[in-house]
C-alpha cells in the first residue's frame, strides 16, 4: 500500500492546541485502521489513537482521552487533534496504517515519516 506523511508538528505552550494530519498516497479502505503513535527520546514507541476507517470506531490511550481526538479528514487523510496539551505529549508522533484496531506498534505495517511535538511549559 502507499506511503503516509505526517505534517502539523510544532512548538506550543502548555495548555495550546495543535492539529496533526496524515495523508495516504491513495485511498483509505474502509477495512484499513489508521493510527497515531508517538515516541519520546530515550523512550519506546506508544500508542496514542486509532480508528476503523469504516465504521468509525475509535481507541484512545488512557493518557490522552479526552484531550485528543482522532477524526477522518477526508478519504485520505487522517487528523489527530491535541487539545489541552502537556509537556508530557512532548515526542516525534508517527501515523500509521493497519487491519486491527490494536494499541500494538507491530500491528501496523506502514509508518508515517513522523512529526515533532514539542510542549513547552
Known amino acids: 500500500q502507499g506511503q503516509l506523511v505526517d505534517t502539523g508538528g510544532g512548538l506550543v505552550q502548555a495548555g495550546g492546541s495543535l492539529r496533526l494530519s496524515c495523508a495516504a498516497s491513495?485511498?483509505?479502505?474502509?477495512?484499513?485502521?489508521m493510527a497515531w503513535f508517538r515516541q519520546a527520546p530515550g523512550k519506546e514507541r506508544e500508542f496514542v489513537a486509532a480508528?476503523?476507517?469504516?465504521?468509525?470506531?475509535t481507541l484512545y490511550a488512557d493518557s490522552v482521552k479526552g484531550r485528543f481526538t482522532i477524526s477522518k479528514a477526508s478519504a485520505d487523510t487522517v487528523n489527530l487533534h491535541m487539545n489541552s496539551l502537556k509537556p508530557e505529549d512532548t515526542a516525534v508522533y508517527y501515523c500509521?496504517?493497519?487491519?486491527?484496531?490494536?494499541?500494538?506498534?507491530?500491528?501496523?505495517?506502514?509508518w508515517g515519516q513522523g512529526t515533532q511535538v514539542t510542549v513547552s511549559s
Open positions: 500509521a496504517r493497519g487491519v486491527d484496531l490494536s494499541s500494538v506498534a507491530h500491528d501496523y505495517r506502514t
Open positions: 491513495g485511498r483509505i479502505y474502509s477495512s484499513a485502521v
Open positions: 480508528v476503523r476507517w469504516g465504521v468509525g470506531r
